[in-house]
């Protein structure tokens, strides 16, 4: 049976374990200095190489080379029989399914019994956190006071959940997720070793979808090797994890900057179609754009931070982070995280991400210079995109500094409270202008979704507004989007209100007992009432068509 890559190339030295040096340089100079501890506890992200290092401090303590400095050798008969797994006095223990308090026992009652080969016999308790209390009891006193020829080495993932009395008597190791570029560097070396090559950009796939686990990293390597090509390729990268090329992230980044709202929709109906795991974009486009701001708000200190893309990305991202505004592409990279997060239980995953990307849009364009808004797209971008949705025309500015954003409209404020009864009448006779504020506070996706208001009806502070199609509902019944509404609502009544958005008659929700309020659209639309939907003049709503079925119609005066 062929040995798998990352137990084939589980680190020999200290050397080549990769990441870790603020660690292996410190166990180094302790064996050295004849400092060695009884008990040690190595902490970290699975995969970067806390029971690999554990393996070498064995070897190390054990092993029979005269120079302290050349520990481990790999030489020694006790080496090799480390490293064949044959040594008796390197006991690793997997805490997960020994954590009782009979088996903490057993191993205390062992401890005492001399080594059979080395120097020290050594304990490797992998997953610690997972042992229960009476266990750590149970091991507590062998902590205090181990015998001499004993050394335990403690692994786990989460430090936190372990006793601060067990932790105060462990010289501590927190070990970090690997950089890209390391984890591709060694992954070069395995390719070399093992006679076989991989494309640049794949091997980028790789080391950034482990996300600084090198065991996950080796562990892909090794399945995209069973493929039998000569050369490992971004597709089959692309293929086996389900990432998306840099190229189609930059292409969402380049539509963001843009402004243009139906390229992102187009983008992601492709990806859907193609199989493509849309949380995985949604994550993908986050980092990118997480680099993006870091390049917006620290020029100076970006190059160290974002030290894990290469040169080409770093400049990719350099041009994109001059076309955005700070404050505005932290409130879209939000917006885009947050959808990442909701799509894990999401009944149509990819009307979560399509209503994301149309806020997300809006949140970047928000007090953009027109210059910018309207820059030709990168040359990642297709050439045949389209102008920018709903460009709002603006005096020329310098792209070297940011306009203004334009102050919201100001809504009339009545005298006193407005009586329930009069409540659709003032939002009719002002809903142009509520329309125009909503526009600056929440985007235009949010006034586009305004326009499918279908009837309102007021029931004390209950206000109820009813959408023609459950996409513009969503839209507006985001919470930030509800919430700004809501307060434009109350300041153009002056009283309180608790708004609800529902799809179909509103007057059927606060029942038929109640004279129904006439709807706020009317079949002879004036520039006061809301607008008919019309798919053209809308990327919203022509979305909304396309996706859920909305259909156009000029609305009555009957709510119901």
């Known amino acids: 049976m062929a040995q798998a890559l990352y137990r084939k190339w589980r680190s020999q030295t200290f050397d080549e374990v990769v990441g870790q040096e603020h ?28 029971t690999s290092t554990a393996r070498l401090l064995a070897k190390a303590v054990n092993c029979l080379h005269e120079d302290a400095k050349a520990r481990p050798d790999n030489r020694c008969e006790v080496c090799q029989a480390i490293n064949a797994g044959a040594f008796l006095d390197l006991i690793e223990i997997d805490a997960a399914s020994n954590r009782g308090i009979d088996e903490i026992r057993d191993l205390r009652d062992k401890v005492h019994f001399a080594p059979s080969r080395g120097r020290y016999k050594v304990y490797v308790v992998d997953e610690v956190h997972m042992l229960t209390t009476e266990a750590f009891n149970a091991l507590l006193k062998t902590l205090e006071e181990p015998p001499p020829h004993v050394i335990f080495v403690l692994a786990t993932t989460e430090p936190h959940r372990i006793p601060e009395t067990v932790l105060s008597r462990c010289q501590r190791f927190d070990f970090r997720r690997i950089p890209t570029p390391e984890i591709v560097r060694h992954l070069e070396r395995i390719l070399e070793g093992e006679g076989r090559a991989a494309e640049p950009a794949a091997l980028e796939m790789i080391a950034r979808s482990a996300e600084g686990c090198m065991r996950d990293a080796i562990s892909l390597l090794d399945q995209l090797l069973s493929y039998g090509s000569e050369v490992v390729t971004a597709a089959q990268v692309q293929a086996v994890r389900g990432t998306i090329a840099a190229t189609a992230i930059s292409g969402f980044v380049d539509a963001l900057a843009g402004g243009d709202a139906a390229q992102g929709l187009r983008l992601i109906s492709q990806l859907a179609d193609e199989g493509v795991d849309l949380r995985q974009l949604a994550l993908q ?100 995109w389209p102008q920018p949705v709903a460009a709002a025309p603006a005096a020329p500015t310098s792209p070297s500094r940011k306009a203004p954003a334009p102050e919201r409209p100001a809504l009339p404020r009545p005298a006193a409270p407005v009586p329930e009864d009069q409540v659709v009448s003032v939002l009719r006779a002002h809903w142009t202008a509520l329309l125009q504020a909503v526009e600056q506070v929440s985007g235009g996706s949010v006034r586009g979704a305004l326009r499918s208001v279908r009837s309102v009806v007021a029931h004390g502070d209950d206000l109820y507004f009813s959408f023609e199609n459950e996409f513009s509902r969503a839209l507006v019944d985001r919470p930030a989007n509800r919430l700004a509404l809501q307060e434009l609502v109350a300041e153009l009544l002056a009283r309180p209100v608790r708004l609800h958005c529902q799809v179909g008659s509103a007057s059927e929700v606060v029942g038929s007992s109640r004279p129904s309020a006439p709807g706020v659209a009317s079949a002879s639309r004036k520039e006061s009432d809301p ?24 609305l009555s005066d009957d709510p119901s």
Request: glycine share 6%; charged share 20%.
């Open 23 to 50: 660690v292996t340089r410190t166990l180094r100079n302790a064996l050295r200095e004849g400092r060695i501890a009884h008990a040690y506890l190595f902490s970290g992200p699975r995969g970067t190489g806390k």
């Open 531 to 554: 607008p008919v939907v019309h798919p053209a003049d809308d990327p919203v709503v022509e979305h909304a068509v396309q996706k859920l079925g909305a259909v156009k119609r000029i």
């Open 285 to 384: 486009l986050v980092e990118h754009l997480r680099s993006v701001l870091v390049v917006c708000v620290g020029k100076a200190q970006a190059s160290h931070i974002l030290s894990d893309l290469s040169p080409e990305q770093f400049q990719v991202v350099q041009a994109q982070a001059e076309r955005f505004e700070a404050g505005n592409l932290t409130r879209a990279v939000r917006v885009l995280n947050q959808a990442a997060v909701d799509m894990r239980d999401a009944a149509q995953p990819q009307l979560t991400l399509e209503l994301a990307w149309l806020e997300a849009v809006q949140a970047a364009a928000q007090g953009q210079p027109a210059a910018l808004r309207e820059a030709a797209p990168t040359a990642t971008a297709p050439p045949s």
